[in-house]
């Protein structure tokens, strides 16, 4: 939202707010520069002798150890200070040449007190090397021009241990690519055959639409944004588009499509959509909008660029993300519940690539035009973004934008229960965040359509199985029992997963097999600010469902509110979430917990519950909105109309759409509003106000 008043500057030292060129943020590349500047200090503060090693304070150590954890703080901000560097023509404030190349001849001495983890297959270093490798080509005239050939050498040498390794099957591979890159670039000893088949496996990793998957499974997040494009876009600048520009023109077509919907997850006030693992990372999440201006393959306009990647930044600075100059573990401030154990007190620095930008010369169209309003503060939006899954929605009131998850699951994941409540639950949001720890994370209450026995969960929407993404419907099906937890710690890979479970089935004499009997089938409907929420459960036992909305989180306990048939909490800033039955339920009931959520202390979700499911197959309705407009529940309700024939739903709304449902497969229209103008067996079809009908066969 526009802001015209003069508020003080989000970090020391930066200039006035420019409120022409910038009527939205205030911000102009100055800003920018004096950002990084401002995030450079606070972290080299914590610098080694030979400032090989940056050693953050607060949050925990990773699971690699405190030398790992140095080496991620030296090369993070070391992106950031080449970032920073190539904008200034090699100058910036502070010894950013002197400091980091000692702390890289340092590192790079094995004989040394300061040296760095040798690179090993699976090795966080792999990681860190990627960055250290992109810094050193950007600060090639300030840097790597002024080492001796020795000394390159003994740099080279470190790098180069990056081939022949073994990595995880995701964006990993994409670390050996510009590392060679850089090598290759400055004359080196580089593997060209370690570039073309990582390339090659990641080509096979992209699904459509700009999305790629981070992995061979169905895997979309912010990784897209931070990693897949980034990399790409960094190669392409390196090397590629001068070696292997038919590649490097595939790359800038899949970003510049990308970005055609990726522009729709990030709120009014600069929030990108709270989903997926890392998200520490925070506004790392705008690189790939950098990276499409960078290289010219961007739908965006400059102004809208620059207004949604200045919005991202200024959003996690105003919400505490920086402690006495630190980003902090967590999303806003930190919250170690919803870190991974990959991650470190340096971790958060990997946000460093969403000041991408600093690459783009100051002529440039991106920092010369004035700012251009965001998608969700144009109008009100429904987009189905069929590649990763998503039913995304906007509303221009509030700038909320939510996002119905029917296809990412990151399936099979490294975690205690086997999925992670950032991938598994059916919405997610902009201005909300799961609970991941506790009893609700234990119940799965949030945004989640749950079996019950007794009030206790019956497995997980673990892996999930699309239906369709298109128009205004998302549909998905899973099977509760498809993937049992495994008691114990978590263990480090896959093959170490299947151990343990074999060892639980010896010892325990029970057999931790699949079970596909129970099925349940889940479609959103999208109807801003909320969703119409269809279920369907095929069972052959009796069985409660639950049905949670969103979960709100604040530093005070949250209003709640309710009716015989809905349920709604309420943030002290206004921020309201509600479920309410349209057919089905018979209760409805608030779910509190402390410490579970990113988004503060206190945690409340309203949620639906039915009693024992009568076998073998029911259909419930909810209504599930957030909003910072005004509601009434009951008005909410009223708007809407349902009615339900066996596995037929037809739903009504006041404005003159209507929507019908065909559960489990495609059925013919006759009798149905649709039958005069589709005569043909559909899934899904809406007829919208002016009397067309949108038909998807599924």
């Not at 029970?510 to 109807?527: C, F, G």
């Amino acid at each position: 939202m526009r802001d015209g008043g003069r508020a003080p500057p989000l970090l020391p030292g930066l200039p006035d707010d420019d409120r022409e060129l910038s009527p939205f943020t205030g911000w102009t590349k100055a800003h920018w520069e004096g950002s990084a500047d401002a995030l450079l200090a606070g972290a080299r503060r914590y610098a080694s002798a030979k400032h090989a090693s940056l050693n953050l304070p607060g949050g925990r150590l990773s699971r690699e150890g405190s030398a790992m954890n140095g080496l991620e703080g030296f090369a993070r901000t070391f992106l950031l200070a080449a970032f920073r560097l190539r904008s200034g023509g090699g100058r910036a404030p502070g010894d950013l040449v002197d400091g980091y190349a000692e702390g890289l001849l340092a590192g790079t001495d094995p004989g040394g007190g300061e040296a760095w983890p040798r690179i090993a297959s699976h090795s966080q270093a792999a990681v860190e090397a990627a960055s250290i490798a992109i810094a050193l080509y950007e600060t090639r005239p300030w840097l790597w021009n002024r080492l001796t050939d020795r000394e390159r050498e003994r740099v080279g040498t470190w790098l180069a241990a990056v081939n022949g390794k073994t990595f995880a099957f995701n964006n990993w591979l994409l670390f050996p690519v510009v590392v060679n890159a850089f090598l290759k670039a400055v004359g080196g000893e580089f593997s060209q055959r370690e570039i073309e088949r990582n390339l090659d496996t990641v080509d096979s990793f992209y699904r459509r639409d700009g999305w790629y998957s981070d992995g061979p499974g169905q895997s979309f997040d912010h990784y897209n944004s931070w990693a897949f494009h980034f990399y790409t876009a960094m190669w392409s600048r390196m090397e590629g588009s001068l070696n292997d520009p038919g590649r490097a023109a595939v790359y800038d077509d899949r970003l510049k499509r990308f970005l055609v919907d990726y522009r729709c997850l990030f709120a009014g006030d600069g929030a990108p959509v709270h989903y997926g693992r890392s998200l520490l990372y925070r506004f790392g999440a705008v690189a790939a909008v950098w990276a499409g201006a960078m290289r010219g393959a961007t739908p965006l306009s400059p102004g809208e660029a620059r207004r949604l990647a200045s919005g991202a930044v200024q959003h996690f600075l105003r919400r505490g993300a920086l402690r006495d100059g630190i980003l902090q573990m967590g999303w806003h401030r930190e919250f170690l519940p919803g870190v991974q154990d990959y991650s470190g007190p340096a971790s958060p620095y990997w946000a460093s690539k969403g000041f991408l930008g600093l690459l783009i010369p100051p002529e440039h169209e991106v920092w010369r035009a004035t700012e251009d309003a965001l998608a969700v503060e144009r109008s009100d939006f429904s987009r189905a973004l069929p590649g990763p899954g998503f039913l995304v929605s906007g509303t221009a009131a509030d700038g909320v934008v939510r996002l119905a998850n029917h296809r990412s699951d990151h399936f099979p994941v490294e975690a205690q229960r086997l999925t992670d409540p950032h991938y598994r639950k059916l919405a997610y949001s902009t201005h909300t965040a799961p609970n991941v720890a506790g009893e609700s994370a234990r119940r799965d209450v949030d945004s989640q359509v749950t079996l019950t026995e007794g009030g206790r969960r019956i497995g997980e929407r673990a892996r999930i199985h699309p239906i369709v993404v298109r128009d205004r419907f998302a549909a998905s099906f899973h099977f509760p029992g498809e993937w049992p937890a495994v008691p114990g710690p978590a263990p480090r890979s896959l093959r170490a997963r299947a151990v343990r479970k074999l060892r639980t089935v010896l010892l325990s004499r029970r057999m931790w097999l699949p079970d596909w009997r129970e099925r349940v089938e889940t479609v959103s409907i999208a109807l801003p600010p909320g969703e119409i929420r269809i279920t369907h459960i095929l069972t052959p036992e009796r069985r409660g469902v639950r049905d949670g909305g969103f979960a709100l989180a604040a530093d005070e306990p949250l209003a709640r509110r309710a009716g015989s048939a809905w349920s709604m909490v309420q943030r002290p800033d206004g921020l309201t979430s509600l479920v309410a039955n349209l057919h089905g339920y018979d209760a409805a009931d608030t779910h509190f917990e402390e410490g579970v959520n990113a988004f503060g202390r206190y945690s409340a979700t309203p949620y639906l519950a039915a009693g024992d499911v009568v076998a073998p197959e029911r259909v419930y309705v909810s209504l599930v909105v957030l909003t910072s407009s005004d509601l009434d529940p009951e008005d909410a309700v009223a708007g809407v109309r349902v009615h339900v024939d066996r596995r037929r739903v037809t739903v009504e709304c006041l404005d003159g759409e209507t929507f019908l449902v065909h559960l489990v497969e495609a059925a013919s229209c006759d009798g149905s509003f649709a039958e005069s103008l589709f005569p043909e067996p559909a899934r899904f079809v809406r007829r919208s106000r002016d009397g067309c009908v949108h038909a998807i066969r599924g």
